[in-house]
């Protein structure tokens, strides 16, 4: 019922397309496990071997820190629809800042979000897909609005004073990597 591959066929490609959630999951050798659930449109499938996703501002930050020791990423798609499968990306991933080269290239492939945080750009080295037969159907009804609503009312100024509070540092204690410039009233390196 598994099936290896080393990259991301069209059938692939076109199944991700459809996708309105993925997981991430990120660990170091001695951090939690971080399983993260993502939507909001925030994926892209660059080529069959690189996928890159819009990471939006949250409560937390674990994937960014578990990066900094250990560039090791699992994304993970579901079919809730349709026919039945799993399919799971492999790879080593960096997270692009708003201050590093290569962010304005990158950025571009998304709408513009004010909550924008890091985009993760994934090298993937192995693909996996499984049956999926004990997934359950859900119906997509619509996305969220809350976060982007929340992004928007809160600023800029305000999002990097949130970042400097909540998203410096991972569950586990661990640098996120977060360095806030572009805002001389918020400024800061960690």
């Not at 990158?106 to 004990?134: E, K, W």
């Not at 305000?158 to 569950?171: D, F, G, R």
Request: proline fraction near 5%; include cysteine; charge should be negative.
């Amino acid at each position: 019922m598994g099936r290896r591959y080393a990259e991301i066929a069209d059938p692939l490609k076109e199944f991700i397309a459809q996708q309105k959630i993925f997981f991430v999951g990120t660990a170091t050798d001695n951090s939690r496990v971080n399983i993260s659930p993502k939507g909001m449109d925030s994926l892209r499938v660059l080529d069959a071997n690189r996928v890159i996703w819009l990471n939006v501002t949250g409560s937390g930050n674990e994937t960014a820190a578990h990066l900094q020791t250990h560039p090791r990423m699992t994304l993970m798609f579901a079919a809730f629809e349709g026919a039945p499968m799993i399919l799971r990306l492999y790879g080593t991933a960096r997270a692009i800042h708003k201050h590093d080269s290569g962010w304005a290239e990158l950025y571009a492939h998304f709408p513009d979000n004010v909550g924008a945080r890091q985009i993760f750009d994934l090298s993937v080295d192995l693909v996996q897909t499984s049956c999926g037969m004990a997934v359950p159907f859900f119906e997509y009804v619509e996305e969220r609005e809350q976060l982007n609503q929340w992004a928007v009312k809160k600023g800029e100024a305000a999002i990097h004073e949130y970042w400097k509070e909540k998203n410096q540092l991972s569950l586990d204690g661990e640098p996120t990597g977060m360095v806030i410039v572009g805002n001389p009233i918020t400024d800061f390196t960690p």
